[in-house]
């Protein structure tokens, strides 16, 4: 199973940005495809954006959709996610997770997460 740590969250106003970054121990990201994902107290947990093992294929949640960028740096091994113009529903869990571009579909194991609060 792929070990991921997310590292970034924070505590942002409406309106602010944030960047998460995925990191990956012990093995290289370059043949996987990862994700973002979230879960808000209360709610099932959502496909936030996927991209592929090359970078050159993305997919997003509507909900994020020109707000949030996925990004990698395979040379880092890590893969990012910038969040701008943040809103309070974006409050949640972030986890990185393998995923499947299309349908934006994870699987394999979750990690702790990184905590995103969009507050005033």
């Known amino acids: 199973q792929l070990q991921l740590v997310e590292s970034g969250g924070g505590l942002v106003q409406p309106g602010g940005s944030l960047r998460l970054s995925c990191a990956a121990s012990?093995?290289?990201?370059?043949?996987?495809?990862i994700g973002w994902f979230r879960q808000a107290p209360g709610e099932e947990r959502e496909g936030v954006s996927c991209?592929?093992?090359?970078?050159?294929?993305?997919n997003y949640a509507d909900s994020v959709k020109g707000r949030f960028t996925i990004s990698r740096d395979n040379a880092k091994n890590t893969v990012y996610l910038q969040m701008n113009s943040l809103k309070p529903e974006d409050t949640a869990v972030y986890y990185c997770?393998?995923?499947?571009?299309?349908?934006?579909?994870?699987?394999?194991?979750w990690g702790q997460g990184t905590q995103v609060t969009v507050s005033s």
């Open positions: 012990g093995f290289t990201l370059d043949y996987y495809a």
């Open positions: 991209i592929s093992n090359s970078g050159d294929s993305t």
């Open positions: 997770v393998q995923c499947m571009v299309r349908g934006l579909i994870d699987f394999g194991s």
